[in-house]
């Protein structure tokens, strides 16, 4: 089943809209990030449910238009949501907003069980590496 959400670009948000969607999807809330990350973002993208419900977001940050580059970051969809067609609606719609910015390269990390979602969204998958602070994998 398709559901077809508006997606937003840089919609306002309220601080609490998206740490409640990280806890639903099992990701750390985060509210000390919020809304203060969304200052350093080049673009993020949002979808609502019919009730106004944030059920999705993403965002693309990076040096920007200057280098032509960006980093996909932070997709969720609710879980009551997924499975829906959102997501690559989010994500297809941040590619489209990129490109509109003049970003003309845009690099996403996800674990393999999500490669045949980034491939139908557009992205080829390609070879790369993560480092991550000991401090960080202690948190």
């Not at 809330?29 to 999705?56: F, I, K, S």
């Amino acid at each position: 089943m398709t559901v077809s959400y508006p997606i937003q670009i840089n919609e306002v948000l309220e601080r609490h809209e998206v740490p409640e969607l990280r806890g639903k999807v099992s990701w750390g809330r985060r509210e000390e990030d919020y809304p203060a990350l969304l200052d350093h973002c080049l673009l993020w993208a949002t979808a609502r449910n019919e009730q106004g419900r944030l059920v999705a977001f993403g965002y693309i940050t990076g040096p920007g238009e200057a280098f032509e580059h960006g980093y996909m970051e932070d997709v969720m969809v609710d879980p009551e949501e997924q499975g829906k067609g959102i997501g690559k609606s989010l994500v297809q719609s941040l590619l489209q907003a990129a490109e509109d910015s003049g970003i003309s390269i845009v690099t996403v990390n996800y674990s393999k069980q999500h490669e045949s979602f980034y491939k139908e969204c557009g992205f080829t998958p390609c070879g790369g590496a993560v480092w991550r602070s000991r401090k960080e994998e202690e948190k």
